[in-house]
């Protein structure tokens, strides 16, 4: 994979790491609407897999795959952004199901049902199965929380400090432990969901076929799902953030 002079060859590790590209997309795919086109995606995920060749700098073994993953998908998810695919509208009120999420948890000391989340929202159960179907891919382009007040992604940070190891960020052990308990929590159905999603593999349509529901049914599964998921752990977050501005000052 290196040229004469001790350089990457970068034509023979785009042949290479190519189906890594696509794979990445497909997988982008079944949680983005149908708006959205897979050529789209490899064409950014290309420029990012270019970048990570011209970026990385320690041999390329599978240190290269996972550093050119975590670029390629950057790189995908940073074309989504550009091109604001999902109307601010929809934003708004997907954080305003995570909040009611958040304060009907905290109120009933239990996930709340979908019944429960439509009519604290006042929309009707349809309305709101709707709009959890329309926000399909929502969750994965949420970049407000994985930039600083300055407006620097995460990996350019993390990638670019040689005392930062990014897996091991992105592994925080609080955040991990965060995250099982959030997935313990959830409703038996969205759990399973998540499993074979994410554990198995499997794509919409044979979750759906697992689970004896159709595939639009799933995505409005994962989406809530997520939505509990990042209401518990950015709550947790902002709260923590707000116990550190109360502390009184000494002195």
């Known amino acids: 994979m290196y040229t004469a002079a001790g350089q990457p060859d970068t034509d023979q590790l785009v042949q290479r790491f190519t189906p890594l590209v696509k794979r990445i997309a497909y997988h982008l795919m079944s949680r983005l609407p149908a708006s959205v086109q897979v050529d789209d995606l490899v ?16 041999g390329l073994g599978a240190q290269f795959e996972t550093y050119a993953a975590q670029r ?3 790189a995908m998810l940073d074309g989504l952004r550009e091109n604001d695919w999902l109307p601010r509208s929809l934003r708004r009120d997907f954080r305003r199901v995570e909040a009611t999420i958040a304060r009907l948890e905290q109120e009933n000391g239990r996930a709340p049902s ?18 959890l179907q329309e926000a399909r891919g929502h969750q994965i382009i949420y970049f407000e929380d994985m930039t600083d007040e300055a407006g620097e992604d995460f990996l350019e940070r993390h990638f670019t400090d040689d005392s930062a190891d990014p897996l091991n ?13 959030g997935i313990e929590a959830l409703p ?4 399973l969901m998540m499993a074979l999603y994410y ?15 159709t595939e639009s ?9 997520v939505a509990r998921l990042r209401s518990r752990l950015f709550g947790e977050k902002s709260a923590a953030g707000k116990g550190a501005r109360k502390e009184p000052r000494r002195g």
């Open 199 to 213: 554990e198995q593999d499997l794509n919409l349509r044979e979750i759906g076929e697992v689970m004896g529901v």
């Open 188 to 191: 038996e159905r969205e759990k």
């Open 217 to 225: 049914r799933v995505c409005q599964l994962h989406t809530q799902a």
């Open 169 to 181: 960020q992105l592994e925080d052990r609080k955040l991990r432990e965060s995250l099982v308990k």
């Open 114 to 131: 979908e019944q429960e989340l439509a009519a604290a929202l006042d929309m009707s159960l349809a309305d709101y199965q709707k709009m």
């Open 72 to 74: 390629i998908r950057g």
């Open 43 to 58: 064409q950014n995920g290309m420029l990012g897999l270019l970048d990570a060749i011209s970026r990385f700098e320690s």
